[in-house]
């Protein structure tokens, strides 16, 4: 086996550990016992992979892999026999999770509100209910009263358990003897996006299900005060949401003792909001140089078209993935306090194993996560509106009392 030395890694690697004897040991005797596990073909854990540092050699590996990932032409490199090589048991996972990771960040909305906390034991863990901390006034001498989480969680014990997410990319042996590996990053790139839309609908759902519903048309014949006050053109109630109907939403977030912060929608909800009058002073877009031969012509449609059109401090989220039914034409949104909606509670991170089937001569990349939500104070933190319809909404019509003579 060879014998790592210190002059083997980079730069930046050896000024960290050059005037640390003990340390430098010991790093190196880890990275040591790391590397004949590598070179014997033993399996690495997902953590021992990304305590692995890669040598010179191993960068050098890393880059023509990556030149031949973009679709570049390596002369001298094999991508059969670079795969069948011990270093690839690291490099691989190393750069198919960095490629499904840059894929997916893109899309994460929905799931940034809620606080990453790692599972410590199993993939079992409790969510406490968490109220609004209260700072108190105190007299010299006074002790301060105590402000933590309410660990009795009132009634409503919620178990937030890290349940597997996954996906399988199949590779046929051709595509490895071609060297076509630029088309296998592009099927690795769209299973991130794929595992990216699963967390997102998830983190959606979680909105509908676990928070405070406000509104509910699906339920409005057994319990009319579930329903929104919009109207049609007859002033009936039509299950549009009128402005009144976005300031009980606002107004509940601010009962249950939180500060509405967004506003989280799908793209195509925009139009309810134009064609309702819900966003202000919107008549329009204006251009100072249209011109009739081509007048408007820009119409922004996304959240900047809606920000600072409405009447509130409120950032406008669009996501593709909160609930909408386009053929009923209904559609849940939600007002929410960023900083009090959840935790998602994390086992695994993404990552990634490969094996391949000698019966089919196929390759399988395989891409697991283990992940779940939970919501905070039994989801006050979360106003939701459910089943609206996409239909205008008229105002009330104007009373016209008559008096006696």
Partial sequence: MAQLTLEMYSEEVRKLY???????????????????????????????????????????YFQKFQDVAQGKEVKGFDLKDYIASPQATVLIPKIIVGAARRAA???????????????????LMITPVIGTMVASELAEGQAPPIQGLDVELMQQQQFVT???????????????????????????????????RLKEQLACIEFS???????????????????????????NFNDTLSIDDFLDLIIALMNNEKTPTDVLMHP???????????????????????????????????????QGRLPFGLTVNLSPFVPIDTIN????????????????????????????DPVTDIY????????????????????VAKNISMDKSYPMMDRVKIFGD
């Fill in 18 to 60: 050059e005037n640390k004897d003990t340390e430098k040991q010991d790093f190196l005797k880890r990275q040591q016992d790391l590397h004949d596990k590598i070179l014997n073909k033993r399996a690495l854990s997902e953590d021992e992979i990304k305590e692995y540092v890669l040598t010179q050699d191993d960068l050098a």
């Fill in 105 to 123: 960040e893109p899309v994460y909305l929905a799931s940034k509100f809620f606080k990453k906390v790692r599972a410590k034991n199993g993939t």
């Fill in 268 to 306: 195509l909800v925009w139009t309810v909001f134009a064609r309702n009058g819900l966003t202000g002073a919107l008549s329009g877009p204006t251009d100072s140089t249209a011109t009739i031969q081509s007048p408007n012509k820009s119409f922004p449609i996304g959240p900047q078209a809606v």
């Fill in 209 to 235: 299900k676990r928070g405070w519903t406000v509104f509910d048309n699906a339920i409005r014949a057994t319990h009319p005060e579930a329903g929104t006050t919009g109207l049609n053109y007859n002033g």
């Fill in 364 to 383: 399988n990349f395989k891409m697991i996560e283990r992940y779940n939500y939970g919501t905070f104070d039994e989801g006050r933190g979360i106003a």
């Fill in 162 to 196: 890290a349940t597997k997410k996954g996906i399988r990319v199949q590779i046929t042996e051709q595509y490895i003897n071609d060297s076509q590996w630029d088309l296998v990053t592009y099927l690795i790139e769209e299973a991130g996006f794929a595992m990216a």
């Fill in 329 to 356: 034409r209904r559609f849940d949104m939600y007002v929410i306090d960023r900083n009090n909606v959840g935790v998602m509670v994390v086992q695994d991170e993404l990552r990634t194993d490969e094996f391949r």
